[in-house]
């Protein structure tokens, strides 16, 4: 268990409502990952941290911000949410050290409509 | 543009036999590779991985081989247990970097009693 703990874990909200998805870890990880599901794309990194207030852009970042104020908090926000943005959402930490997988937290399923 | 691919959707297995799962790669800047499973409503957890400077993994019933001149790598489960039903996804990375982990859209294994 890598201590890592998303909120909510299921959402519904409306159309051109903001959203914020929390990714908890409680392991003092530098590396702060997320993710989105969806049938057909497997998994894509939207953003990545490397360190408090470190951030950078994954390969579907539109339409999507983040923040890193403190170590253990990485927070996913969409600003005007649109129904493409429907998806499951993971978090994930790297292991310290050498160590190269990640970690994930048990996702966000959340329902824009 | 999909950089690891898994082009089986899908694969079914009698329990005691080997499964043997695909990934393909476009990327030869990727240096490293991972394989994770996941359950249904749960996040993927790692299962073993392989550096490029290896052809093989082995870790209990599973190993993973890398075909550095064809990009491909696969996952061997021997033997086969009801319990590995799951959704299987390769992943890669350029390892000096680090930041980026590129998932594959995942095969989803049936092992049948």
């Known amino acids: 268990d890598a201590g890592i703990t998303q909120s909510p874990r299921h959402k519904v909200t409306e159309t051109g409502t903001p959203v914020t998805l929390r990714c908890h870890q409680t392991?003092?990880?530098?590396?702060m990952y997320w993710y989105r599901q969806d049938p057909g794309h497997g998994l894509r990194l939207i953003h990545y941290?490397?360190?408090?207030?470190?951030?950078d852009k994954g390969e579907v970042s539109d339409g999507y911000s983040v923040s890193r104020s403190k170590t253990e908090d990485f927070l996913l926000t969409l600003e005007s949410a649109t129904s493409s943005q429907t998806s499951v959402y993971f978090c994930?930490?790297?292991?310290?050290?050498?160590?190269?997988?990640?970690?994930f937290g048990p996702g966000t399923r959340l329902t824009v409509t | 543009d999909q950089q690891v691919k898994q082009n089986s959707p899908s694969l079914s297995v009698q329990e005691g036999r080997i499964s043997i799962l695909n990934c393909d790669y476009t990327?030869?800047?990727?240096?490293?590779f991972l394989w994770y499973k996941k359950y249904p409503a749960e996040g993927p957890t790692f299962l073993i991985s392989?550096?490029?400077?290896?052809d093989k993994n082995e870790d209990g019933r599973f190993t993973v081989f890398l075909n550095k001149s064809a990009k491909h790598l696969s996952l061997h489960i021997v033997p086969s247990q009801p319990g590995d039903s799951a959704v299987y996804f390769c992943?890669?990375?350029?390892?000096?970097?680090?930041?980026?982990?590129?998932f594959g859209t995942g095969t989803s294994l049936t092992v049948i009693p």
């Open positions: 994930a930490i790297r292991g310290q050290g050498g160590s190269y997988e990640q970690y």
């Open positions: 392991e003092n990880h530098r590396y």
């Open positions: 941290s490397y360190g408090v207030k470190d951030t």
């Open positions: 990327n030869s800047m990727f240096d490293y």
């Open positions: 392989i550096s490029s400077i290896k």
């Open positions: 992943a890669a990375s350029v390892y000096s970097t680090g930041n980026q982990f590129y």
